[in-house]
Each structure stands twice: as C-alpha cells, then as structure tokens.
C-alpha cells in the first residue's frame, strides 16, 4: 500500500439493517458520529472506497448508507468488513492518548531494559485498554493494563513502549 494513504480503523459493518441497503454501522471513533466526516472511509486492502451517511442512532451503533450498497443483499455481504480512515483526515491527538494503530507493532521493555516483547493487539473490554504482548519466554500473550502506571513511557519516534507490568503478567 506505498501508494494509498496511512489507514487508521474507525470502524466496522455489522451487517443489514432492515431491506433497503442500510447496515448497521459500529463507529470506534471517540465521538462515534464523526466516522461520517472522515471519509471517503476505504476497506481493509484500501481497494473499496465508501462515502457513509449516518440514516440514526440504533442500538450498538448506526443505520447508515453506503455508496455502492443498495440491497439488503449487498448490505448483508458486508458484514464484517472493517472500515479505515486516511491518517491525515483524523483528528490530532493529545500527547498522552493515542491511535490503536500506532501502538501495534511497537517493542515493549521493561523499566530496567529487558525487551519484554512486541505490541500484537490492543483490546478494550469496557475496563480500560489492553496491551496484547508476545514476546521471549512467553508460551501465550500476556494482556498488559495500558495504564500510567503500567505504562508510563510511549516513545512512537523510537518505536518502544516502558513498562511497569503488574506482578505476574509476565514470567521472572
């Protein structure tokens, strides 16, 4: 993709809502009716390009219409399918916070040096996010809190995460 823009995820297709070409829309935007002005949004390998129009608020998200989708048919096929964003159309954020997208990938070690592993993932079940880790020593990944506390330094120049895991997420 050298030659398409940086894409960000901002959301997902749920599936159809009602008959007439709608899906359900799930936003992972902080404000979740901004993923309209984002666009035009573009699927996963950037080759399916979609302007979006928010129809109203459903439960667990949005009706919304697509270009390109107009049978329940066409809308139920897309189920699933994530949504990205060009980078340079999201807005900047704070110095602490930060895109799911930049944090994958990123090496993490702890405060006296040890390399720890490498971002996989970044999860949020409700109670705050999770850090995703495989790395040296670990048969599974380990879920690290992306707290202050447990996370106090995130360096994307550098491509490195601090840690200051809880006891016990990774072995000794």
Do not use: W
């Not at 390009?49 to 048919?73: H, P």
């Not at 895109?99 to 592993?117: C, M, N």
């Not at 495989?134 to 995460?161: C, E, H, M, S």
């Amino acid at each position: 993709m050298s030659d398409k823009p940086d894409l960000v995820c901002v959301g997902a297709i749920a599936g159809s809502f009602g008959v007439r070409g709608e899906v359900r829309l799930k936003s992972f935007c902080a404000i979740p009716e901004d993923i309209a002005t984002y666009g035009p949004l573009f699927d996963q390998e950037g080759g399916r390009e979609f302007k979006v129009k928010i129809s109203r608020q459903i439960k667990g998200g949005y009706a919304a219409r697509l270009t390109g989708i107009s049978t329940k048919e066409q809308a139920d096929d897309m189920r699933g399918v994530q949504l990205f964003a060009p980078r340079d159309k999201l807005p900047s954020l704070p110095d602490d916070e930060y895109y799911h997208a930049d944090l994958i990938g990123l090496e993490v070690y702890d405060t006296g040096g040890k390399h720890l592993g490498v971002v996989r993932a970044v999860h949020d079940h409700g109670a705050g996010d999770l850090l995703e880790v495989f790395g040296p020593g670990l048969k599974t990944t380990a879920l690290l809190p992306f707290t202050n506390a447990a996370v106090p330094t995130v360096d994307l120049d550098a491509g490195r995460i601090i840690a200051d895991p809880p006891e016990g997420v990774f072995p000794d």
